[in-house]
């Protein structure tokens, strides 16, 4: 009996394995390469020890196997696009904030040491990185592009540079596949695959006497939500000199700046995706730009950054608070940046201002209230017309409003769902993939910056942080 029972041990075992490899056969080559931790898991563990025939999985399998046959393969849609809520509502109720000093190198890398699980949890999940950008740049062209890109950084901006190999380092992740996720933007708009970038964020300004405030929506990939962070960092020289000090919203694996922050000057940044539809490959990537950005003290720096050779290579709307300057025309800016082939022109520049308001004066955008969405309002150029639809339905919808004047009206826009297609506040859908990361309400006269993680209508702020004032 004994020898019997064994048998039948061998050829469960047998059987097991003949379906483990049909599967294998299936299933592998439809699933992207992806990044997996080392360390193995109980439920992998448990999986090495022999089958037992009263196991009720193996009964299940003796009973339901078949032979494979490649007929019997689908072959999946490619990067269909599912409503993902329940990834978007990971990480409302939770923001993890970390201190980091050092060179710029060592930023990187205490930024990649301090969220490493986060960031290679992101990067083995997220499906563009694997589906479509790593194949593109293993091609000719890729390489070109890509070589394109981390040339101009490496020559223009190196200390940027540094800071992006002290993430890879840091957290472990392959320094190709972070820098690629530093172009994706560009990339994606390459490729003319506008939706695996998301069309990301609304900002709202208010400059009256009696309120300055600046609300934004941070909306990005509902991947991100939940590895996402603020970091306080400061940079210094090799000598030890503090070049740089600031506080910024930032996503897993990528450098600080290309959301919403402030710095120890008082200078507010918030930023807004555009689409036009191509750029040049031989510029400053975007998300490089907006790092660069976060040292800039004074009007006269960021026009020198936005100013910088060889140019920007994807355009952005960039918005920007000078807390501490006296003259109301400066105070509120927006920038609309765009990446020019023209060689006399390195970057499109088109600036306004948000002035104080003046009741004799009409009521319209840029007299005490400014709303920027993801769309290009005064540079005239193609854009991407995927990737505007949402823009459109919100400003519509900030059309249908009064115009704001409080914190509150602020927040009860940004927290608007009434277009139910597309939302100013977003949760993923068949129509809209993208999700409101966080919210950020600064507000001048208090001099501090609230951050929301729920819907900001509704929610209170999960912390509130003061920026520096004047000495």
């Known amino acids: 009996m004994r020898k019997r029972s064994v048998m039948l041990q061998v050829c469960a075992l047998i059987i097991c394995t003949l379906v483990h490899c049909a599967w294998c056969s299936v299933i592998v080559p439809l699933q992207p390469l992806q990044m997996r931790p080392m360390r193995m898991t109980l439920k992998e563990n448990s999986l090495l020890k022999a089958p037992n025939l009263s196991d009720p999985i193996v009964r299940i399998l003796l009973r339901t196997w078949r032979p494979f046959h490649p007929k019997n393969i689908v072959e999946p849609p490619k990067m269909a696009r599912i409503p993902r809520n329940n990834e978007c509502a990971v990480g409302s109720n939770s923001l993890p904030m970390i201190f980091v000093r ?22 083995a999940n997220f499906e563009p990185l694997h589906q479509l950008f790593l194949p593109f740049l293993k091609t000719d062209k890729g390489q070109h592009v890509y070589d394109g890109y981390s040339n101009v950084v490496r020559d223009h901006l190196p200390q940027y540079f540094e800071e992006i190999r002290g993430i890879s380092e840091g957290s472990g992740v392959p320094f190709d596949q972070v820098f690629a996720m530093h172009i994706r933007s560009e990339l994606a708009l390459l ?26 929506n941070e909306d990005n990939d509902p991947d991100m939500k ?122 499109i520049i088109d600036r306004t201002a948000v002035l104080r308001y003046d009741p004799e004066k009409p009521t319209v955008e840029g007299n005490g209230f400014l709303y920027h969405f993801n769309k290009y309002e005064r540079i005239k150029v193609k854009q991407n017309p995927e990737n505007i639809v949402s823009s459109i339905h919100r400003q519509n919808r900030a059309r249908q409003l009064p ?56 929610s209170s702020p999960l912390l509130v942080l003061p920026i520096p004032k004047s000495a």
């Open 403 to 458: 115009v704001p004047e409080t914190a509150h009206d602020v927040l009860q826009f940004l927290g608007d769902t009434t277009d139910a297609d597309y939302p100013v506040f977003r949760t993923p859908s068949m129509k809209d993939g993208g999700c409101t990361i966080a919210t950020a309400l600064f507000d001048l006269k208090e001099m501090t910056m609230a951050v929301y993680r729920g819907n900001p209508k509704i």
């Open 102 to 123: 050092g060179t710029n190198f060592q930023v990187g890398f205490e930024m990649g040491r301090l969220m490493r699980e986060h960031i290679q949890s992101f990067y």
């Open 226 to 347: 939940a590895h996402s962070y603020l970091v306080s960092a400061e940079i210094l020289s090799e000598n030890g000199t503090i070049v740089e000090k600031f506080t910024a919203f930032a996503y897993p694996g990528v450098l600080p700046g290309n959301a919403f922050s402030f710095n120890h000057a008082g200078v507010i940044f918030t930023a807004n995706s555009e689409s036009p539809i191509t750029v040049p490959t031989d510029k400053i990537p975007r998300y490089v730009m907006n790092r660069a950005l976060m040292a800039a003290e004074n009007p006269e720096d960021v026009e020198r950054i936005v100013s910088l050779e060889p140019g920007l290579s994807q355009g952005c709307s960039l918005n920007v608070i000078f807390t501490k300057d006296p003259n109301d025309a400066i105070k509120m800016r927006n920038y609309e940046l765009l990446g020019s082939f023209d060689q006399q022109i390195s970057t």
């Open 191 to 216: 490729l003319r695959q506008g939706h695996y970038e998301t069309p990301a964020c609304t900002t709202v300004f208010v400059h009256r006497t009696e309120a300055e405030i600046v609300g934004h």
